[in-house]
């Protein structure tokens, strides 16, 4: 795009940050990600970040992810949250799988995939006492997952 003079946009950012994060291209997407503003004139919005808490989570650096979820100019809505915390079930990582946690209940209360993840990241690291906490407060939620579903669209109407 640049060669032939079209410059990108929020969307082009956003294309290419996911194919570094399907990719695990971490240092070059953090190039991209900090010529945002830098090279481009445009503001990083909520999917750039997403993507690069994604990417980080991904490829281990849980750190660098949680730190980049502190510094965003905004608050962080439930996708970040849940690359975050989807990242640490991946990577059983207790701490920030747990400040994660409590991100994603801010964000959207009852939040069923922070049991089942934090559930798994607590076994992982022998913590019984964690998994006994949260069965108890799904038991008090109640809460149940919902059932998958699919739908399509044809000139015949509509098939679920």
Same mark, same amino acid.
């Given at each position: 795009?640049?060669?032939?003079g079209v410059l990108p946009d929020q969307i082009s950012f ?22 945002? &503003?830098?090279?481009?004139? @445009? ?11 994604? /990417? ?11 730190? @980049? ?18 990242a640490c079930g991946l990577h059983s990582c207790l701490e ?21 993840? @934090? ?14 906490? /949260? ?6 939620? &109640?809460?149940?997952? &919902?059932?998958?579903g699919s739908w399509i669209q044809s000139n015949l109407g509509?098939?679920?």
């Open positions: 795009m640049i060669l032939s956003i294309n290419v940050l996911s194919a570094c994060v399907h990719g695990g291209k971490v240092r070059e997407a953090e190039e991209i990600f900090y010529s945002i &503003q830098a090279k481009y004139g @445009l503001e990083a919005d909520m999917e750039h970040y997403s993507c690069m808490v994604d /990417l980080y989570g991904r490829a281990g650096e849980l750190e660098k992810a949680e730190e @980049l979820v502190k510094r965003m100019p905004f608050e962080p809505d439930v996708v970040v949250w849940g690359a975050l915390l989807g920030v799988g747990e400040f994660a946690a409590m991100g994603i209940s801010e964000v959207e209360k009852d939040h069923p995939a922070v049991y089942s993840i @934090l559930s798994r990241i607590y076994g992982a690291n022998g913590t019984r006492s964690g998994v006994f906490q /949260l069965k108890k407060m799904i038991r008090k939620w &109640q809460g149940k997952k &919902q059932k998958a509509l098939v679920t």
